[in-house]
């Protein structure tokens, strides 16, 4: 076999493995976009609040500590300590859940999944349809579905913020649903949670938000250094260019 063959048969292979996994994550249900924004730190405060009053009483995120969590959001030890330290005393302790993995086996069926590096392997976007899109399902062992991930075992969480919302009757002419319809073309909104929708969706993008500052805290870090060095940049491409005129100005 040729090289070029065979990098055409790797590039098959890639591309089958990729097209797959696409599919496994969203299936024909178009994900809705999270819009997250990085830099937006009281984004980032409000999304990491957030997750320690609704996630991380299952979900762990062992490879971030307090004290760095603190440093990069921009708050002191103290605010750290009153507002999101609630299962330990100690800033350089990392996120763990509080429920134990035995607990959690018996309660779900398997400990629930450390979410550090969630955002890096499903996406933003997958992460913010999935927390959009549950819904009523009686048959379900807490009383609810979700569409990009059905029969998931986690319960909504967020459900009295959101409320409940219920799957719209089949919408096609043989009672089956169109493919690729938006998410929310497929739910309704049955009983009001506290939020609004608009406050509900800007809370989900505020945890999103969280979770992919969760996935690679260094990011906000290149953010900053990437700033400085394209001012450094800017400056010395105005020296040289002075540079370059007083040395050659007398040549003709």
């Not at 309660?107 to 899109?133: H, K, N, V």
């Not at 800007?202 to 805290?217: A, I, S």
Request: charge should be negative.
């Amino acid at each position: 076999m040729s090289w070029m063959k065979r990098a055409a048969w790797a590039a098959g292979i890639a591309a089958a493995v990729l097209a797959g996994g696409a599919r496994a994550a969203g299936g024909d249900l178009p994900l809705l976009e999270a819009k997250v924004e990085l830099g937006d730190r009281a984004s980032l405060q409000r999304g990491a609040k957030l997750y320690v009053n609704y996630c991380a009483g299952c979900h762990s995120a062992q490879y971030l500590r307090f004290s760095q969590l603190g440093r990069d959001l921009g708050l002191t030890e103290d605010q750290v300590r009153a507002n999101l330290m609630f299962a330990t005393d100690k800033p350089g302790d990392p996120i763990l859940a509080t429920l134990s993995e035995s607990d959690a086996s018996a309660w779900f069926g398997q400990a629930p999944p450390d979410l550090s590096l969630t955002a890096r392997s499903r996406g933003a976007d997958w992460i913010y349809t999935y927390l959009m899109t549950f819904y009523r399902d009686e048959g379900r062992p807490f009383g609810a579905n979700n569409l990009v991930f059905p029969d998931v075992a986690m319960p909504h969480v967020l459900v009295e913020l959101q409320g409940v919302q219920v799957r719209k009757e089949a919408g096609g002419e043989d009672g089956h649903e169109p493919a690729a319809r938006s998410a929310m073309e497929l739910l309704e909104l049955a009983e009001s949670g506290s939020m609004s929708v608009a406050e509900y969706r800007r809370t989900v993008r505020d945890l999103v938000n969280f979770l992919v500052y969760l996935g690679e805290p260094a990011k906000l870090h290149r953010y900053t250094v990437g700033g400085w060095v394209l001012l450094f940049l800017l400056v010395f491409f105005v020296i040289s260019r002075l540079l370059y005129k007083e040395y050659w100005k007398d040549v003709h």
